[in-house]
């Protein structure tokens, strides 16, 4: 503690009002110092050289001196070798005596001046500053391994010494033994916390090794001198007089500041009454007030209980008696002229515990000093447990008794042990504050010099002052010190100590009963004196430091803990009421300052100032968290008082800009404030909510965030959904349509998804506190996603659409002309039109790779966003739909499957036609347009396409004729209305609507394949919906494919080939020679297979008549251009599209090879006459090779296409016509007739429930949907029998009736299955829907 710490002030101003007469205080401490001294009188100085003495005396003496050494140092440690307890030094010792010992070597130290001793002090010094003698100090802290060390170098030192003859060094070595012990003894007063028996065992050496003139030891001297113990006392010529051999004397006048000849007067005059007779009757009057129950030095009414009363007094009677013991022990001639009425002042208790042991006038050597008297460097010495003391400074003069009649002890010992201790500290004070003392010098945080501690122990153990009592006293006088800014806060925890280890030691309940009130008030009055300053320190939060608010949170749990203020807990919880207010007060204030900077800082953002702010509010809670993480005092918890000051007032304020936040974020293209700030206001808004939570539990705070948030979330939705139509042009431009892994997709895909994931992300990350609202939101944005895929889907086709069918130019290559010119070209060989074979490009496989590869990504979109759990929150805690009065939306599937007997526009009967649909509504805006099928008056588009209504709506039908040049010719159109209530069902249905022509009538009719369900706003619906977009997309795609691959298929596989085949006879054709031009898409398969399917003829049936004339190899060389047509181009898809859509490509193309063979020996079911013949039974064997053919190419030996894949239902019903084929026509009608009753028996279902989206909504479902399509029971011969007669002669009528039957029973099965369905809720009610719009004109 620095000089500077102080604040100086006069010396009235430190000395209480409530003051003991200083004359009298002078008198009595005076007495006390006498005392002190006539019980350990010195020789004085000029008598000792002055007297003269003989030559023989003088050698008697110095022989004896040097005896006298010898033994000493062999007897000092004869107790630590009889087992004697060892006493450990404090660690800090060994740095004091380094310092001092250097001092002593460098002559700096004048006590020290002797040379021999500087030169035996740094001999030593250097011995001690080594490394291995202070580990070994360190590690035992033995004082008595210290001596002898120090003893062990003056021996050396002085042994060598000329200057002493014979055996003076030994008288040397004794002395300097003797000062060392006396230096430890001035070090160890430095130093707090010293052990009293440390304290006295130094003292006993010291009495032994000083010479003998001067070597006394009652165990009183307060100045560590010691002398004989069996000199007299009173009556010994050599006590001197004079106050310079008297140090508390001379204390006493520097203390008081009185002269040295005026306190000779003094001490003059006080010399006859300050005896050892009269010590020794004051201690004997104290053990007969106490016998009894005199006021002083206590009773049984000071304390609170019986067990308290006897503690205190066994353990002061002791102490008493031992005293007295110690100083008849000193003069046994006190014992002779004493009285002994409470018995032999001889009788002691036993030794007090770490004091004073017991003294035996046969041994005064062994007797040890009384901690009271001896600790010069502590001020309150240890604690004797139990040591109690009666009365308090309250006390009144009038309250002492008869027999208060003492020499040493003043009538009211409390107040005069009072009044001297503040003496003491003012005058310590003064002194500290003077010129002697430079600023950077460090002074003790006790205040008290080492002096004035020996003088106030000394004359507490006169008064019979408790140490309870004197801890207290000091620590109420530190506080009025502190209280009036005199001392430093530092000195406050310092004088705690005493008290805090006097509690320890000695329970509060033993105390007496005023020492203990009197403590209370002290801690009542510290606590409420340092709450007030804590209370003042909580002026700088947010940013209050630890080191700041730390010592007086440790004063004031210290004296929390001690139980003591629970007598003022009412006030303490007004204080800290008080100081709760103030928290938050400031708390409040700052952060309305920090906003108004933070607003007033230019910008137009006006959600920067928020999100500065809940910066700082996050900040500085989680600054104080980690700061004060338990509550403070009383329970006040810091953290939790600011949060629950601060939050509030930010969302206050943040809904105060409620309006002005979302008009400034809504302005314009560039809104003043981004939304992105919006959104990150919401997460650190969240964070604050979340964080008054966790720290103010009990609070309620009115505030929806959700509700705030929204419209925002809303607006960020639009903008989500208005940016995908970008998001979806800016992947395709990028893409040049090249693979890029193993799955052969490109970027597009990939960069598409990962825009559609990032506002998945994004809305997850906000981590809503509503879970309905994000559900909502999540329906919502699964809107957009399937918006998204349904443009990708369309611009993929369309660009796929523009590669397969390019358009033409000049400059173009013949092989790149465009669709329709490609239908056109032909080259006139043997008077047949031929048709040139299709290649395929890479990019068009890499299309229908991002197709499917947009359908896994798109259900991993599925899996992050949780759509089942989505869509069960929706349901489950959603609110009570209301009653809407806007129409219900309906989703209507239309499937264009074909049209049959087209007639041509011109008069020429071989005329085919080009033909495409569409679909147009009421207002003339064209719908839906499929892709062009050639040269077919019998098409199949089998394409689907959604329409989604919320009022029934006519739709006109149109087949148009592709024209080379000019507007498309109309072939017929016709009308049909898509009525909610007639589709209502929910079922699909086949409607076939009849074409008309303006000119030239009925032109043919064409199948719509129709279903419907309400479309909802769902997100399982919107994701179905996506999934259905690239179902339709990969199966559009898949079919181009196979139609570009189709017309050479069929030209391979027709009829004018098989006649050229037959009329042409053998070739010739060397069989390996052929097999090595055929490379399969795996490898070639050529030859008969055991798996092959084995169709037994009937047995009225004669065995066909294989052809000899033409060989396998001859048969397969009519279609080699075919298999080197699948090398090229199935070499082209499997190299560049991925392995799922490889397979669904082969299968697909297999099921055309499996239409066109059917196509070569049937023609399609109808009820009208066919012109078709039946093959010759060797065509249709060279039929059924190829397809033996065509099946073991695409097996290829196991490493092509599975042979259960090839040969699958439709396999199995081609080859089953080679069963009825040449069966005779009465019994194909029977057979037909009774496959159809059979198959009217097992009741099979003609009509399934709509492929609605929700089957469709993720890949799971899908798989779901195709295992229980799989599992569907077959279905019967019956077609292909009728198939079969019509190229028979009158069989129409049969043919019609069948056809008819069949219609019938179906409808009756759909209106049976209507009425056993029951009503579902997503039926539209029959009012909300309205009345269907008269038709529309037939107009083109």
């Not at 008297?246 to 000849?261: S, T, W, Y």
């Not at 259900?859 to 209301?882: E, R, S, W």
């Not at 049909?976 to 699909?988: A, M, Q, R």
Request: glycine fraction near 4%; hydrophobic fraction near 35%.
């Amino acid at each position: 503690m620095s000089k500077r710490s102080y604040d100086s002030s006069a010396h009235e101003k430190r000395i209480s009002k409530y003051r003991v007469n200083d004359d009298d205080l002078f008198e009595y401490v005076l007495r006390v110092a006498i005392i002190s001294y006539v019980i350990q009188p010195k020789a004085s100085n000029h008598l000792a050289h002055a007297s003269e003495v003989k030559e023989k005396e003088h050698h008697s003496k110095f022989s004896g001196a040097i005896s006298n050494s010898i033994v000493s140092i062999g007897d000092i440690f004869k107790d630590l070798r009889d087992g004697s307890k060892s006493v450990k030094f404090p660690e800090k010792l060994l740095k004091v005596l380094e310092q001092k010992l250097q001092n002593i070597a460098m002559g700096k130290d004048a006590a020290y001046s002797d040379q021999l001793t500087r030169r035996t002090m740094a001999v030593f010094y250097g011995q001690f500053i080594g490394d291995s003698f202070k580990r070994q100090m360190k590690e035992n802290r033995s004082i008595e391994e210290l001596i002898l060390m120090f003893a062990s170098q003056a021996t050396s030192v002085l042994r060598k010494e000329p200057t002493l003859a014979d055996d003076g060094w030994k008288v040397e070595v004794n002395n300097q033994i003797a000062q060392f012990v006396r230096m430890l003894r001035d070090c160890l007063k430095t130093l707090s916390h010293v052990s009293p028996e440390l304290n006295s065992r130094l003292d006993m050496y010291h009495a032994k090794l000083a010479p003998p003139q001067s070597a006394n030891d009652s165990g009183y001297d307060s100045a560590s001198a010691s002398r004989d113990r069996g000199d007299s006392i009173s009556t010994q010529p050599s006590i001197s007089q004079s106050i310079s051999d008297m140090p508390f004397v001379m204390i006493v006048a520097r203390l008081f500041k009185i002269p040295e000849n005026a306190m000779q007067s003094e001490v003059d005059r006080m010399w006859k009454t300050c005896t050892e007779k009269a010590a020794v009757i004051d201690l004997k009057t104290c053990l007969k007030n106490i016998n009894a129950g005199a006021p002083f030095p206590g009773r049984k009414e000071d304390f609170s209980s019986d067990t308290a009363w006897n503690h205190w007094r066994t353990q002061e009677t002791s102490i008493l008696s031992q005293l007295m013991v110690a100083m008849v022990s000193l003069n046994p001639e006190l014992a002779k002229s004493m009285p002994s009425d409470n018995g032999s002042i001889y009788a002691t208790s036993g030794a007090r515990p770490g004091s004073l042991p017991s003294a035996h006038i046969d041994s005064p050597s062994r007797t040890k000093r009384h901690t009271s008297i001896g600790s010069r460097h502590s001020f309150f010495g240890a604690v004797d447990e139990g040591e109690e003391n009666g009365g308090d400074e309250g006390d009144d003069d009038d309250e002492i008794r008869v027999g208060h009649n003492f020499t040493f002890i003043p009538p009211n010992p409390k107040k005069f042990y009072r009044r001297l201790v503040e003496y003491c500290l003012v005058t310590d004070l003064e002194f500290m504050f003077s010129p002697e003392v430079d600023d950077a010098d460090e002074v003790p945080l006790s205040i008290l010099s080492p002096p004035h501690v020996d003088l106030i122990n000394e004359c507490a153990m006169r008064w019979r002052i408790n140490h309870t009592y004197r801890a207290t006293c000091f620590l109420d006088q530190i506080k009025q010190l502190y209280e009036r800014s005199d001392v430093p806060m530092e000195c406050i925890p310092e004088a705690l100590q005493c008290t805090t280890k006097l509690l320890q030691d000695l329970e509060i309940d033993k105390w007496p009963i005023q020492d203990s009130e009197l403590l209370a008030s002290v801690y009542g009055g510290l606590y409420n004196i340092f709450l007030s300053s804590l209370y003042h320190t909580m002026d700088a939060l947010p940013n209050l430091k630890v080191s700041v608010a730390q010592p007086y949170l440790t004063i004031l749990d210290l004296i929390r803990e001690s139980g003591l203020i629970e007598r003022f807990e009412a006030d303490i919880s007004a204080r800290l009421s008080d100081l709760t207010t103030h928290i938050q007060d400031v708390s409040v204030q700052f952060y309305q300052e920090k906003m108004q900077s933070l607003q007033a800082s230019p910008g137009v953002n006006r959600a920067l100032p928020l999100l500065l702010m809940t910066d700082e509010l996050e900040k500085a809670a989680k600054q104080l968290d980690k700061r004060f993480p338990d509550p403070l005092v009383g329970g006040v918890d810091l953290v939790s008082l600011v949060v629950e000051a601060q939050v509030p007032l930010f969302i206050s304020e943040l809904q105060n800009s409620s309006r002005r936040l979302y008009e400034s974020s809504m302005n314009g293209p560039t809104p003043d404030v981004p939304i992105q700030d919006i959104f990150s206001l919401y997460r650190r808004t969240q964070a604050l909510l979340s964080m008054y939570k966790a720290f103010v539990p009990q609070g309620q705070l009115e505030f929806d965030l959700g509700q705030f948030f929204t419209p925002y979330i809303h607006h960020w939705l639009v903008d989500t959904d208005n940016k995908t139509g970008q998001w979806v042009q800016a992947a395709i431009a990028a893409d040049k349509f090249e693979a890029e892994n193993t799955e052969r997709h490109s970027a597009s895909v990939v960069d598409l998804f990962d825009s559609l994931r990032s506002p998945i992300s994004f809305l997850q990350d906000l981590e809503w506190s509503d879970e309905y609202q994000e559900a909502r939101f999540f329906t919502s944005l699964s809107k957009t996603i399937s918006k998204a895929i349904e443009q990708y889907c369309r611009s993929v086709e369309e660009l796929f659409m523009t590669e397969m069918f390019p358009r033409p130019t000049d400059y173009l290559q013949p092989q790149k002309s465009s669709a329709w010119l490609e239908k056109a070209k032909s080259l006139a060989i043997a008077g047949e039109k031929k048709i040139e074979p299709f290649n395929f490009r890479p990019e068009s496989c890499v299309k229908l790779n991002n197709v499917e590869a947009a359908r896994k990504l798109l259900d991993n979109l599925y899996n992050q966003m949780q759509v089942d759990k989505v869509a069960d929150t929706i349901a489950n805690h959603g609110p009570p739909v209301p009653d809407k009065n806007e129409r219900p939306r309906f989703l209507f599937a239309v499937k264009i499957v074909m049209a049959e007997d087209l007639v041509p526009l011109d008069s020429s009967p071989s005329s085919l036609l080009d033909t495409f649909v569409t679909l147009s509504d009421e207002a003339g805006n064209r719908l839906v347009k499929t892709r062009t099928i050639y040269e077919s008056l019998n098409p199949r588009w089998e394409e689907t396409h959604d329409i989604s209504i919320d009022k029934p709506l006519w739709l006109m039908c149109s087949i148009r004729d592709r024209a080379l040049m000019g507007q498309h010719d109309v072939v017929g159109r016709s009308f049909i209305c898509l009525n909610p209530k007639e589709f209502g069902d929910f079922l699909t249905h086949d409607v076939w609507l009849n074409l008309e022509n303006t000119n030239n009538g009925h032109q043919g009719r064409i199948l719509l394949r129709i279903s419907m369900e309400g479309e909802k706003d769902d997100v399982q619906f919107y994701f179905g919906r996506a999934f259905r977009f690239l179902k339709r997309s990969e199966g559009d795609m898949m079919r181009i494919f196979i139609d570009k691959m189709s017309p050479y298929i069929r030209q391979s596989l027709s009829r004018p080939v098989l006649k050229t085949l037959i009329k042409a006879g053998s070739l010739g054709l060397d069989y390996n020679k052929a097999l090595g031009n055929v490379t399969a898409l795996y490898r070639s398969a050529l030859g008969s297979n055991a798996s092959e399917v084995q169709i037994p003829l009937p047995h009225n049936e004669k065995s066909r008549v294989r052809p000899e004339e033409l060989t396998d190899v001859e048969i397969e060389r009519a279609i080699i251009p075919l298999f080197d047509y699948f090398d090229a181009n199935l070499h082209i898809l499997n190299t560049y599209l991925s392995e799922t859509a490889k397979d669904m490509v082969m299968m697909r193309v297999w099921k055309e090879i499996l239409v066109i063979i059917e196509g070569l020996l049937i023609p399609p079911l109808s009820k009208l006459s066919s012109d078709m013949k039946p093959l010759s039974d060797k065509e249709v064997d060279i039929v059924f090779k190829w397809l033996k053919f065509l099946r073991d190419y695409f097996y290829a030996e196991g490493e092509g296409v599975s042979l259960e894949k090839l040969q699958n239902q439709k396999y199995r019903d081609v080859v089953s016509i080679r069963l009825y084929y040449d069966w005779h026509t009465d019994t194909l009608m029977e057979e037909c007739v009774r496959t159809m009753q059979q198959s009217l028996r097992e009741a099979v279902p003609i009509k399934k429930r709509v492929k609605s989206v929700y089957n469709q909504r993720n890949l799971g479902t899908i798989k779901e949907r195709k295992k229980v399509k799989k599992e569907e029971k077959e279905v019967s011969n019956g077609e292909t029998i009728m198939r079969i007669l019509r190229m028979r002669p009158n069989t129409q009528e049969f043919i019609a009736q069948q056809l008819e039957m069949m219609t019938t029973v179906q409808a009756e099965r759909e209106r049976a299955q209507v009425d056993r369905q029951p009503r579902r809720s997503q039926r539209p009610r029959q009012g909300e829907i309205p009345q269907v719009p008269p038709l529309p004109s037939a107009a083109s």
